[in-house]
T-cell receptor
Framework: DAGVIQSPRHEVTEMGQEVTLRCKPI?????LFWYRQTMMRGLELLIY????????DSGMPEDRFSAKMPNASFSTLKIQPSEPRDSAVYFC???????????FGSGTQLSVL | AQKVTQAQTEISVVEKEDVTLDCVYE???????LFWYKQPPSGELVFLIR??????QNEISGRYSWNFQKSTSSFNFTITASQVVDSAVYFC?????????????FGQGTRLTINP
């Protein structure tokens, strides 16, 4: 199995630009999570999907962030417009059921200048 | 509300020493799951163990062992005879289903450095 695949690995952009992060979960996993990791706040859950439906988006910082899951094999996290404080590592994770272990992607290192 | 506290921000030991990473959690639910994940310098997050709230048996896997004590709401992780390759950030996490939605909360992590 290929594991959770995220792209890009690194993204450098300028403030105000739109950023799109991509994730392909493990086939057969019904749950997909987006996390953000920073030194100050640690690992924060942004949003998660079950069967492509957003279940809990209470962690999404503000309206500049949006996430979609158009099908079982693809999800995007979009930031528009981006700000320097959005700089972080964004992880996507998938799992087969509630309370099961998460399989994480390699993360996207985002730098907003 | 759920909460996971890893009071040790950083630990540094010499190779072959034993080291224990502490994890204390808060939850009002009786059914929940606890996890440990490892994040090596390469950055990926790797699952180590999952334990449900009804199973208080300690677990040993090679040099790793976990001590779950509901009475003190703790789920501590011990590495015996540490090695340089154990250097990583270790996260404790608490998962439960609340009102139909899964809530998974991570602690702040403990950075473990094993010196040769």
């Amino acid at each position: 199995d290929a594991g959770v695949i995220q792209s890009p690995r690194h993204e450098v952009t300028e403030m105000g630009q739109e950023v799109t992060l991509r994730c392909k979960p493990i086939s057969g996993h019904d749950y997909l999570f987006w996390y953000r990791q920073t030194m100050m706040r640690g690992l924060e859950l942004l949003i998660y999907f079950n069967n492509n439906v957003p279940i809990d988006d209470s962690g999404m910082p503000e309206d500049r962030f949006s996430a979609k899951m158009p099908n079982a094999s693809f999800s995007t996290l979009k930031i528009q417009p981006s700000e320097p404080r959005d700089s972080a590592v964004y992880f996507c994770a998938s799992t087969s059921g509630p309370n099961e272990k998460l399989f994480f992607g390699s993360g996207t290192q985002l730098s907003v200048l | 509300a759920q909460k996971v506290t890893q009071a040790q921000t950083e630990i540094s030991v010499v190779e072959k020493e034993d080291v224990t990473l502490d994890c204390v959690y808060e939850t009002r639910d009786t059914t929940y799951y606890l996890f440990w994940y490892k994040q090596p310098p390469s950055g990926e997050l790797v699952f180590l163990i999952r334990r449900n709230s009804f199973d208080e048996q300690n677990e040993i896997s090679g040099r790793y062992s976990w001590n779950f004590q509901k009475s003190t709401s703790s789920f501590n992780f011990t590495i015996t005879a540490s090695q340089v390759v154990d250097s990583a950030v270790y996260f404790c996490a608490l998962s439960e289903v609340l009102q139909g939605a899964q809530k998974l909360v991570f602690g702040q992590g403990t950075r473990l450095t094993i010196n040769p």
